[in-house]
T-cell receptor, first 115, second 114 residues
Framework: EAGVAQSPRYKIIEKRQSVAFWCNPI?????LYWYQQILGQGPKLLIQ????????DSQLPKDRFSAERLKGVDSTLKIQPAKLEDSAVYLC?????????????FGPGTRLTVT | GENVEQHPSTLSVQEGDSAVIKCTYS??????FPWYKQELGKRPQLIID?????GEKKDQRIAVTLNKTAKHFSLHITETQPEDSAVYFC?????????????FGSGTRLQVQP
């Protein structure tokens, strides 16, 4: 099966600019996650969707970050305006809610550099 | 919310030796504990996981143990090889019908010296 796809792979922007990331989960996976991984740290959840509804966005900085998952498939994560501390890798992951598997599958990530 | 602590932050071993990484978690409701390996510039890859109804699980050179009472779990790698060098993350979550998100530890950089 095809894995989780993300684009772009790399992005460099100046502070106060806007940026958007795209994620296509594994086909049939109802649950989609966006994680932020700052260099040298573990991934931290930003937002979790189940189908097109938000399950958990408690750690999403809502004054500048937004995310949507229209039609319960692809998702976009947007930052507006970006700050220097947003420099990180943004990882998308998906998992199925059916059957016995609990595994989360990660995409390759988008490396964001804010200058 | 859940909090996961991981030790050590760096670990250097000689090829063929064993490596042990330890994690503690705070939420007694957590029931799923995966371990991920992340090579430089790559995505995290699941290497082994354990559920709270099991105390130990082994897959070839890798094993994980879970102590629910003490709320800690450990990764054991035997007969280490240079290709085991990477950053390892432990994680915890409550896996119910909602498939809750993972809370990750801070990572352990394992260096296997040939």
């Amino acid at each position: 099966e095809a894995g989780v796809a993300q684009s772009p792979r790399y992005k460099i922007i100046e502070k106060r600019q806007s940026v958007a990331f795209w994620c296509n989960p594994i086909s049939g996976h109802a649950t989609l996650y966006w994680y932020q991984q700052i260099l040298g740290q573990g991934p931290k959840l930003l937002i979790q969707f189940q189908n097109n509804g938000v399950v958990d966005d408690s750690q999403l900085p809502k004054d500048r970050f937004s995310a949507e998952r229209l039609k319960g498939v692809d998702s976009t994560l947007k930052i507006q305006p970006a700050k220097l501390e947003d420099s990180a890798v943004y990882l998308c992951a998906s998992s199925t809610i059916q059957g016995y598997s609990y595994e989360q599958y990660f995409g390759p990530g988008t490396r964001l550099t804010v200058t | 919310g859940e909090n996961v602590e991981q030790h050590p932050s760096t670990l250097s071993v000689q090829e063929g030796d064993s490596a042990v990484i330890k994690c503690t978690y705070s939420d007694s409701a957590s029931n799923y504990f995966p371990w991920y390996k992340q090579e430089l510039g790559k995505r995290p890859q699941l290497i082994i996981d354990i559920r709270s109804n099991v105390g130990e699980k082994k897959d070839q050179r890798i094993a994980v143990t879970l102590n629910k009472t003490a709320k800690h779990f450990s990764l054991h790698i035997t007969e280490t090889q240079p290709e085991d060098s990477a950053v390892y993350f432990c994680a915890a979550s409550l896996r119910d019908t909602g498939r809750r998100a993972l809370t990750f530890g801070s990572g352990t950089r394992l260096q296997v010296q040939p």
